[in-house]
């Protein structure tokens, strides 16, 4: 396998932590963004001269761009680059305030799109690279109480899906990958939780809060496997535009889909009926 210079943001723990020691482990330079000097020294102490921290917020996006052009210029071309900062927030939609819904698509959807888009002019130059961003099964299905989260996910599916149409012309690859539930802190003390205030939701929304906290640390996921798998579609000539990771998340991903089938089958008679008698079909 040929060495490749990756970026990957929010390494401290979780997928991305998975990501970035699966890289190195084959041989890969690895930069990865922390959130405090800290994390950064523990992330730099698993391979020295390979693994590199940068200290980043990625809804900062000036600093975001500085990032990127200091590691192309001071390491090398990045061939790799996964946004993967990004957190959930829990609570019903009734319940999540404004300024929540807000800062969730700040971080996971504006965060994203500033490192991509620092990063594509060079890959674009060059005529080569892979983008990557970590969306979730919830970008292709939704559950209640999750109303932002999967808002968020699903907003970069449909851009991470147009930009991929965009820049196949220059060489570079673009892929969602979508995980189920993975043994990480995500659901666990990295979740925000909104506070419950309406009663009226309670028969439904308790039960899954409660059985998500149950869950969390015996997830199905292996984030070791994870890691495995995003190393190995960088190194295929196709990679896919979509990677759904673990078979809870293949199994709730084919469910949703295959409702929105029998929808549009379902009603395609009325859907028909909105047309002009001429038009020009797209």
């Not at 102490?45 to 917020?57: C, N, S, T, V, W």
């Not at 699903?154 to 991470?160: D, P, T």
Request: aromatic content about 6%.
């Amino acid at each position: 396998m040929r060495e490749q210079k990756w970026l990957i943001t929010g390494v401290s723990t979780g997928l991305g932590r998975a990501f970035a020691q699966a890289a190195l482990a084959v041989g890969h330079t690895v930069v990865g963004t922390v959130r405090s000097e800290k994390d950064l020294r523990a992330f730099e102490e698993l391979k020295p001269r390979h693994a590199h921290g940068r200290i980043l917020d990625v809804t900062d996006s000036d600093a975001v761009s500085r990032v990127i052009t200091d590691v192309e210029q001071g390491i090398g071309a990045l061939d790799v680059v996964i946004a993967n900062a990004g957190y959930g927030l829990e609570g019903t939609f009734e319940e999540t305030p404004l300024a929540e819904v807000r800062r969730q698509f700040e971080v996971n959807v504006l965060g994203t799109v500033a490192t991509l888009q620092a990063a594509l002019p060079h890959m674009r130059r060059r005529r080569r690279g892979h983008l990557m961003a970590v969306t979730s099964m919830g970008g292709l299905m939704a559950v209640p109480g999750m109303s932002a989260y999967c808002g968020s996910k699903f907003a970069l599916e449909g851009i991470l899906e147009a930009l991929g149409k965009e820049v196949a012309q220059f060489g570079i690859h673009v892929t969602a990958i979508e995980p189920g539930s993975f043994r990480t802190d995500w659901a666990g003390r990295s979740m925000t939780r909104v506070t419950r205030s309406i009663d009226d939701y309670d028969e439904l929304f308790a039960p899954i809060r409660e059985a998500r906290q149950k869950a969390s640390g015996n997830q199905l996921g292996n984030p070791a496997k994870a890691g495995e798998a995003v190393v190995h579609i960088a190194s295929v000539d196709q990679p896919p535009a979509h990677l759904v990771l673990g078979s809870d998340a293949l199994r709730l991903v084919t469910a949703a889909r295959t409702a929105v089938d029998e929808d549009i089958r379902a009603w395609e008679t009325l859907s028909r009926t909105t047309d002009f008698a001429e038009g020009a079909q797209l």
